[in-house]
């Protein structure tokens, strides 16, 4: 870069990059805190829980900071398989993140200790529980962010806060309620110190088309392993390579889905492309509903007997169906 250029030199110095892992029970509020944290709609918001069912990353702008989100999918007991691969896939994010967010929802939490309280806040109190167990184990420590405070009584909050502390899982705590937004410029602040000195890890520019782009990818590949799984258990990829807008407000969407050998392209398109019909159809209606428009899906297969080389770097956000 040259002293002409727009940019002048000293607005990349100083810079820092990483990621921050985001975990916490079902319905704890992390899809919230990710898109408040991103300023875009990037997750699955809804009253249900385990919407977020793969790790998306979102990336949150602070000053000179980029913070690469990892939105771990709900830490629950696993009993299938692909379940047990999305818990090791939340933990692997967490180990491998500059700085972990344990999000607690402060309103269920005091819920399951009081009388009023329902089966769902009783079970988000034990998958707390849970997670502290692991993050003791994992030896790094944790900050703490006390969600849905809106509407709490602060000296309840005090109480539940130091409660949690004393678990000793934590280096400090975060009062925030992503749903107003109360608390989530410090917490995005304290992120961003605890990112490493460094160049960005996403051009500026595409910060914030990379998680849309993503996101679709994950909704194709899930539907390519729904429905063939069983010929085809690891060898499949998929890659948005277009994603535009268009004028009259629909999203024309381009993907390829990798395989490895020529023998496997015939097992996704099936006969007559039936099973490529399939697919494609269902991950458009999924998108439909996610980006909430009118989505024109176009979907190649192609062979890359490489794609094993490639493997480590797309599973590191992405499903490992190895578990
Ligand atoms: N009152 C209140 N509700 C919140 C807050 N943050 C999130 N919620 C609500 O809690 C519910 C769950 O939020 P999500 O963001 O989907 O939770 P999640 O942790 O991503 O859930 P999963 O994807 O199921 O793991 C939604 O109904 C949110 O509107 C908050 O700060 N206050």
């Known amino acids: 870069m040259t002293e002409t250029d727009n940019n002048p030199v000293q607005t990349t110095e100083g810079r820092r990059a990483g990621f ?18 991103t300023g875009s709609k990037v997750s699955i918001v809804t009253q249900k829980v385990q919407t977020t069912r793969f790790p998306i990353r979102g990336i949150a702008l602070h000053e000179n900071a980029q913070i690469v989100l990892v939105d771990t999918p709900g830490v629950f ?32 939490h005091l819920g ?47 109480a539940l806060s130091h409660k949690l502390f004393e678990t000793g899982a934590y280096s400090e705590v975060f009062m925030i309620s992503a749903e107003t937004g109360d608390g989530v410029d410090d917490l995005k602040a304290r992120l961003a110190a605890a990112m490493p000195e460094g160049p960005w890890l996403y051009p500026e520019d595409q910060s914030a088309d990379v998680p849309a782009r993503v ?20 060898s499949a990829a998929v890659e948005t390579t277009s994603f535009e807008e268009r004028a009259d407000g629909s999203a024309r969407i381009e993907q390829t889905i990798y395989v490895e050998r020529e023998s496997q392209r015939p097992i996704v398109l099936g ?17 439909e509903e996610l980006f909430e ?31």
């Open 271 to 287: 006969k007559g492309g039936q099973t490529l019909k399939w697919i494609g159809q269902k991950s458009r209606e999924e998108l």
């Open 20 to 37: 921050a892992a985001i975990i916490g029970a079902p319905n704890a509020g992390k899809s919230t805190l990710v898109n408040r944290l």
């Open 215 to 234: 996101l679709a990818a994950e909704i194709t590949r899930e539907k390519v392993y729904l429905r063939v799984h069983e010929e085809l258990p690891y």
């Open 77 to 108: 007991n696993p009993r299938r398989r692909l379940d047990r691969a999305m818990v090791a896939s939340a933990w692997a994010g967490a180990e491998d993140a500059d700085v972990v967010v344990h999000l607690v929802d402060a309103q269920a």
């Open 293 to 323: 428009r009118k989505v024109h899906l176009f979907l190649t297969v192609k062979v890359d007997a490489k794609w094993q080389d490639t493997k480590a770097l797309y599973t590191q956000f992405g499903l490992d169906f190895d578990v």
């Open 112 to 158: 399951a200790e009081g009388r009023d309280g329902t089966p769902a806040d009783r079970k988000s109190a034990e998958d707390t529980e849970t997670i502290i167990t692991n993050l003791n184990r994992m030896g790094q420590k944790v900050i703490l962010a006390l969600n849905k405070i809106d509407g709490m009584r602060r000296d309840t909050l005090l």
